[in-house]
Nanobody
Framework: QVQLVESGGGLVQAGGSLRLSCAAS????????VAWFRQSPGKEREFVAA????????TYGDSAKGRFTISRDSAKNTVYLQMNSLKPEDTAVHYC????????????????????????WGQGTQVTVSS
């Protein structure tokens, strides 16, 4: 079991930056693949980024490529999402999710971009980007 708590959301102007954090408790985050998803009203949950248990493998959704960076700090049991060059269309509730995986697991396969791949979810943090 792992519990996930997101933080770092807020209101930012277009072009600005935010860093989201996903703090894990219960088990060490290095035994889990972790992803960020987001959802805005009336839309389906959208994949943003994923990182492998080792941190050596990452994958990004189209909306995140070139602007967002996912990383992890095993000592702090936390996964981060650095979001730069934010746009109004990035406005959404952002969720982190986790699935138990072997340390050498990579997250390149498309399966890791699907919400049903993940077993544990946080409560979400709101990101609002004003134009």
């Amino acid at each position: 079991q792992v519990q996930l708590v997101e933080s770092g959301g807020g209101l930012v102007q277009a072009g600005g930056s935010l860093r989201l954090s996903c703090a894990a408790s219960g088990r060490t985050v290095s035994t889990y693949a972790v992803a960020w998803f987001r959802q805005s009203p009336g839309k389906e949950r959208e994949f943003v980024a994923a990182i492998s248990p080792s941190g050596g493998s990452t994958t990004y959704g189209d909306s995140a490529k070139g602007r967002f960076t996912i990383s992890r700090d095993s000592a702090k049991n936390t996964v981060y999402l650095q979001m730069n060059s934010l746009k109004p269309e990035d406005t959404a509730v952002h969720y982190c999710a986790a699935r138990f995986a072997g340390y050498s697991t990579e997250v390149a396969a498309i399966a890791w971009t699907r919400a049903n791949r993940y077993d544990y979810w946080g409560q979400g943090t709101q990101v609002t980007v004003s134009s």
